[in-house]
């Protein structure tokens, strides 16, 4: 085990209600060497959840072990720093984490802040960009000419630049083109099997249900769902989220399996007219 | 006869950096078409959008517009400016000078719409993403836009919002055979509900020709990195395992298609 919420709670003060719960009462286990999927409609706490593990927000009430160093309202800086030096995060709106001239300046800026010196930081920049897939005729050129899915490979590159123990994204794939997606994949899927812990919110069910341990399902601010997601996409689904398309292509068929990948809807649909 | 939205000629624009994204790049889109732009991130469709909407300044041709325009983005809280939904609309209408008495009407029209009616006192921030993106459309319809941009709007939706803010862009457009859609999207099936689609690569036009004639070259789409649709990638990995005699046609490319071809074989 490696994160444990306790009982966490997260308020957030609103004009309208006098106290609204973003996250009510929420315990659970996040294991070491993880993937996780979060899904759950706009506004059911998913990224309140996020920003908990980032330590960017603390809990209202109720506390959060990180590795031993238990996080609560009141922690002082000092701590959060501490725990944050294992993350990597990765917004959804990733114009909103670059600000450096160029795209490799950015990448480098992220590594000189773990205090690499200068030939180390461009070292590993450039390793990484090359692995996520941002070409060399990119690397000068300013962050803010690229399009959206280029800039979130760059704000990606940046997360992994110091080889976080957690990576932490939000809507990883919106924007992004099948292609940029496979290359994104792929370097998660490098991450994951050197042992970080992923943990993703997304929509996208069609294209992280296939690689996921886990999927947690969020409604109002409570987990619905905590399980693997054969084993939560094999129930009829309520209104909260929709099934990967692979399953609503075999429910239409009549295949009662829980097919994730188009792969193995394939094997299954050649099983029945053999 | 055709009439055209809008006449781009001989474009050229290049970024404050030098690097150079269009040249010479000519297109004629007309009023009433649903058009699709797509490519790889990075090929110039956003941009292409931002000429035209007068957003950047292009380095020499021209572009002629014949039409109002309206865009909606990938993240609508970025054009929100109302402390309500209503507040949203009317600030439309005050740009065009329109009387106040005239305002309640107008905006009962638009919400009823954009199936918004239930929310105009709802304050934008509240709303979901998809609502957001309805009031986003609300804001463009208002302003008698007769082409409306979409870029990327659907992309930060869950596919149940998606969905509908697909489908109510259809009403419209069967609504009013003049509405032009021009949507930038990355994603196959949604390409699929225009009638035209233009593929850019780094700022060239590559392609120009009928969605469907597009989404089932399958080569074409590999060739350039394209995204396939979900039955023409779920088509290829059953023709993997399938003998010469009993594969399936790559021409199909959706559910509904595939659904009645094995129903059919199966026969």
Same mark, same amino acid.
């Given at each position: 085990m490696a994160i444990e919420f306790k009982q966490v709670n997260y308020l957030y003060k609103s004009f309208l209600h006098e106290n609204s719960f973003s996250l %009510? %009462? /929420?315990? /659970?286990?996040i294991n070491s060497g993880e993937f996780i999927l979060v899904a759950g409609q706009t506004g059911s706490g998913k990224t309140t959840f996020l920003r908990l593990l980032d330590t960017l927000i603390l809990p209202s009430n109720g506390e959060i072990n990180f590795d031993g160093q238990i996080i609560n309202n009141s922690s002082p800086e000092k701590i959060l720093m501490k725990v944050r030096r294992n993350f990597g995060f990765v917004f959804q709106f990733p114009q909103r984490q670059l600000f450096s001239p160029t795209v490799l300046d950015d990448v480098e800026f992220a590594a000189l802040n773990f205090g690499n010196n200068k030939a180390e930081a461009s070292k590993k920049?450039?390793?990484?960009?090359?692995? #996520?897939g941002i070409e060399e005729d990119l690397w000068e050129h300013s962050v803010f000419n690229l399009s959206v899915g280029q800039m979130r490979k760059v704000a990606i590159a940046g997360a !992994?630049? %110091?080889?976080?123990?957690? /990576? /932490?994204l939000d809507e990883p794939t919106s924007g992004m083109d099948e292609y940029a997606k496979n290359d994104l994949l792929k370097i998660l899927n490098y991450f994951h099997e050197q042992g970080a812990t992923i943990i993703a919110v997304s929509h996208d069910i069609n294209t992280l249900a296939p690689l996921v341990d886990r999927a947690i399902i969020f409604r109002r601010g409570k987990i619905i769902s905590d399980n693997n997601p054969t084993k939560i996409f094999s129930k009829p689904m309520n209104a909260d989220i929709q099934p990967p398309s692979t399953v609503s292509f075999a429910r239409s068929i009549g295949l009662k399996s829980t097919p994730l990948s188009i792969d193995e809807l394939a094997d299954e649909i050649e099983a029945i007219n053999e | 006869m055709m009439v055209s939205a809008i006449v781009i000629n001989n474009l050229s624009f290049s970024f404050d950096d030098g690097q150079e994204l269009f040249r010479q790049l000519s297109l004629q889109v007309n009023r009433g078409e649903w058009l699709s732009l797509v490519g790889r991130n990075g090929s110039g469709?956003? &941009?292409?959008?931002? !000429? #035209?909407?007068?957003?950047? &300044?292009?380095?020499s041709g021209t572009i002629k517009v014949a039409a109002r325009l309206g865009a909606v983005f990938q993240n609508p809280e970025d054009q929100f400016i109302g402390a309500t939904v209503e507040d949203e609309l009317a600030f439309g209408l005050e740009n065009q000078q329109i009387k106040p008495e !005239?305002?309640? %009407?107008? #905006?009962?029209? +638009?919400?009823?719409? #954009?199936?918004?009616?239930?929310?105009?006192?709802?304050s934008p921030d509240q709303l979901s993403g998809g609502q957001k993106q309805r009031v986003a459309i609300g804001s463009a319809l208002i302003l008698n836009a007769d082409?409306?941009?979409?870029?990327?709007? +659907?992309?930060?939706l869950d596919p149940l919002a998606r969905e509908s803010i697909i489908n109510l862009i259809g009403k419209l457009h069967k609504q009013n055979p003049n509405l032009t859609i021009i949507n930038i999207t990355h994603d196959p099936d949604e390409i699929l509900w225009g009638q035209r689609a233009v593929v850019l690569e780094k700022g060239k036009i590559i392609a120009d020709e009928p969605a469907k004639v597009l989404m089932s070259d399958i080569d074409f789409l590999h060739h350039h990195q394209l995204g396939e649709t979900f039955v023409s990638k779920l088509v290829s990995k059953i023709n993997q395992k399938r003998s010469l005699n009993r594969k399936i046609p790559s021409s199909i490319i959706s559910q509904k298609e595939l659904l009645s071809w094995l129903l059919n074989s199966n026969k």
């Open positions: %009510n %009462n /929420l315990s /659970l286990s920049a450039k390793e990484v960009l090359k692995q #996520i !992994l630049v %110091n080889q976080p123990k957690y /990576l /932490l | 469709k956003s &941009t292409l959008m931002r !000429l #035209i909407l007068g957003l950047e &300044t292009p380095s !005239l305002m309640p %009407n107008k #905006i009962k029209e +638009t919400l009823q719409e #954009i199936g918004m009616s239930d929310y105009a006192k709802s082409v409306l941009f979409f870029d990327e709007a +659907t992309s930060m």
